[in-house]
Structure formats: C-alpha cells, structure tokens
C-alpha cells in the first residue's frame, strides 16, 4: 500500500486587544447589543475614510518581533474584493504584496523533539460583521459591531505534517500571543481562527499535492479532527486513482465530517489593489527597536533558561512556560524554596490538577505561589509527611489558608517524639500477638503490616523513618519475659 505524508499549512486570525477599532474609534467589545459599536466608516458609508489605529501596528511588530520575522519598513493596504451581507464595502482592507513582517518561525516540541515550523508572513486587517441567522421567522440579520475589528493573519509554511504538529504549533501560537500580551486568544468567541489547507503526496515525493482549505475551526480538538478526517477522505480518494479537487471545504463539529463549500478563490479572484484612501506605511526602526526592547522574555528563552539554570526536562520547561502566568508562578515558588524539581512536580500535578478539575486558570488559583514554597518547606523538614501535605494542599485550595496555620490548627504535624511513637508501637504490637510470632518465625514480610497498622494508629503523623527504626528494634529484640 502506497504512503501518504500530509502536508499542511495554517493560516491563523487572532484578534488584537485594542480598545478601538483598526481603522475607526468604535469600540471593540464582544457583546454589545447589534450595530451600538458603529459609525460611518466601519459601516463603509460613502466618503467616509480610514485612519489608521496606531496600536493595531505595534502589537503587529509586537508579534512579528516575537517570531523572528524580517520586517518590511515599507509596507501598504490593499483592497481584497468580494461580496459578501456583511462586508458593506464591498472589500476588505488588509495586506496583500507588501506585509508588514515575512520570514519567521517557530518551534514547536513534538515527542521531545524540536520542529521549527517556518512563517511565510503576518499581516494586518480588519475583520467582517457577523451574520445571524434565524430560521424560524426565517430571515438573516446583519450585526457590524465585528467590522472593522483588528486582526493579525499569520500564515505558515506547509511545513507541518500531522494533526498532533497542527495543533502544537496552535498551541505555541497562541501562547505567544497571550504572553506578549496582544489579544486573548479566545477560540470560543472567535478571536483566535484558524483555517487549514492540506494535501497528501507520496511519501519520497517533494512537490506538493492539491490541497483543500478547511474553515470554521473553533477549537484545537476541530482542528485536529477535521485534520484527521480529511486526511482519511483524501487517502482514499487518492488509493482509487482519483484527483484532489481544490476548494474550501467546511468542518461540521457535530457529524465529524467536511463539506465542499466552493471551489477555491485565487488571488486573482479577490482583484487585489493599493487601497487609494490610506497612505503607504513607513515604519521607522528606532520605532521597531523600541519594541524589540520592551518585549518580556519571550516563551522559548525562557524553555531554554528553565532547563539550564532549573534542570528541568525539556517537557517540564514546557509544561510550565505554557503562559507567562505560570512561569512567574513556578518562578516565585522556587525563589522561596529552591528545589525546582520538587516545584515543579507539584505544580504539574496537584496544582494542575486541582485547577484543571475547576476549570480554572492559573491566574484564578486559589493556592498563592509562596504558599505553596511555604508547604513544600515543612514537607522538607520532616514536620509534615507527603501524604499529610496532599491533605494540607487541598484544605489551602478550599481555604486559601496558609499550610502552617492548617497543620497547627489541627495537629497534623508529625510525630518525631520517641516516647510517643513507642507507646504506639507497643499498643500494636500487643493488639497483634499472632502475626508478632509469625514474624519471629521468619515472616520478616510483616514488617510492612505493622508499619501500615502504626500509621493507621496516628492518623498518618507518625515520622515514618523513625517509626521504622523504632519498631526494627523492638521486633529484633529477644521476648521481654
Ligand atoms: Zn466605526
């Protein structure tokens, strides 16, 4: 059976956080009431002209910077023509020949191995209005409070060859648009878009195959399941000797499946021009320098640093420069208590854990970083044991209590005290007489049942390398009669 490698490039809109829109000073907040956040230009009345938001091209140099692209200093508008209800200008204004950024990457971690995943370009513009569509009356409604909103396009290589690649390039994407700050990533309410084209090609062949676009993928799960169904239907269509037809296909979250929607628009179709009523753009580079240096440390230095200067794993480092949020988080917390592998395990797991259980973000925890260090440390002491701190963890998470005043509060520090710990041995070891001979005998195994039996005896406090001791000693010990 012959082998297909997919070959797959993403083109992906992420809404910037701007509090007014790229071209007008309407409002962008998602859930106004229809058509409240408009006025001529954004409405595309006739005369009305754009002026260009400022911070649209920060936040754009922002990203470009962020991703190593090469920046055009002069870069242009274009008009990209269609018709569509809710576009009333009959275009949209966005890039066409000259972007603002080209040339850049990405690495991605796939099975502990590194990809850079390179960017063909990223480039500004304004986003449609929204149809709703109702049925029962049945009538469509057009809401232009989205027109005009802000986008970044950042368009890929077709260097990614499997939905698992596809989405961690989503998902490093969209991190580096949290981490620096410039939009919210928000797939649900549409801030964070993808389309994705594919095609499949022998596997030692280096051109490329027809490819399909799929849109209308609002998440990462549909990203990779579409990704996924359309590599089987294009395989099997391939397998029996027939073509790929290129056009836009659309994903159907509920039936798992993607429809034809239209055969594929070329540029030519969209009769791409300058745009007449906004001027060439020249970016100045003092202006990008001034950027360059105000940008945070970027995700992937901090991957790097996090493995040298923490020894953490490649997929720790990874796990936890998820969002600069948690980075800061584990970062605090070794500050207070420099065992980063320790840290870095409880936030991986009962941290994570417990916020993934609650739906919630690392910036909602309720467990703050230093007293998570403050847990840790008692747990390094020997005042509580690691079972006991899972306990004290998840009162902290309830609470938002700090671990010393729980433990205090209700006695769940350890026992260390000799005296007591052999008064409990003793009451044991006399409640068990049969098993005490079996031990004598040989069974040395019941170690363990008398060990579990004192740790049930104290509530789990007792020190356990001392009760071992303790109990060692008594049970080597000749009869005392
Ligand atoms: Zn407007």
Known sequence: MMAFEPVIGLEVHAQLKTATKIFCGCSTRFGAPPNTHTCPVCLGLPGALPVLNRKVVEYTLRMALATHCRINSNCRFARKNYFYPDLPKGYQISQYEQPIAVGGYVDIQIDSETRRIGLTRIHMEEDAGKLVHDPERPISLVDLNRAGTPLMEIVSEPDLRSPEEAGAYLRILRSIVRWIDIGDGNMEEGSFRCDANISLRPKSQTTLGTRAEIKNLNSFKHVEKALRYEIARQTEILLEGGAIAQETRLWDPDKGVT???????????????????????????????????????????????????????????????????????????????????????????????????????????????????????????????????????????????????????????????????????????????????????????????????????????????????????????????
Not at 272 to 284: K, N, S, V
Not at 336 to 341: I, L, S, V
Not at 348 to 372: H, S
Not at 448 to 462: D, E, L, P, S
């Open 259 to 481: 429809h034809s929607m239209r055969g594929k628009e070329e540029a030519h179709d969209y009769r791409y021009f300058p745009d007449p009523d906004l001027l060439p753009l020249h970016i100045h580079d003092r202006w990008v320098a001034d950027i360059r240096a105000q940008l945070p440390e970027l995700p992937e230095e901090r991957h790097a640093r996090f493995m040298s200067e923490h020894q953490l794993s490649a997929y720790d480092a990874g796990v936890l420069t998820g969002s600069r949020e948690l980075a800061d988080y584990f970062e605090t917390c070794v500050r207070a208590f420099p065992q980063p592998k320790t840290a870095a395990n409880w936030i991986m797991g009962a941290l994570l854990g417990l916020l993934n259980a609650q739906g919630k973000t690392i910036e909602e925890t309720p467990v703050a970083a230093a007293d998570l260090a403050d847990l840790l440390k008692l747990i390094d002491q020997g005042l509580i044991s690691t079972t006991i701190a899972k306990t004290v963890f998840e009162q902290m998470a309830a609470t938002g209590r700090p671990p010393s005043q729980i433990v205090e509060e209700q006695g769940l520090a350890q026992v260390s005290d000799s005296g007591a710990l052999e008064q409990a041995i003793d009451q044991v070891l006399a409640s068990h007489p049969a098993e005490l001979g079996r031990y004598r005998e040989g069974q040395t195994k019941l170690m363990g049942f008398f060990v579990g039996q004192i740790m049930r005896a104290t509530a789990g406090k007792a020190n356990p390398q001392m009760v071992n001791r303790l109990l060692k000693a008594k049970l080597d010990a000749p009869p005392s009669d």
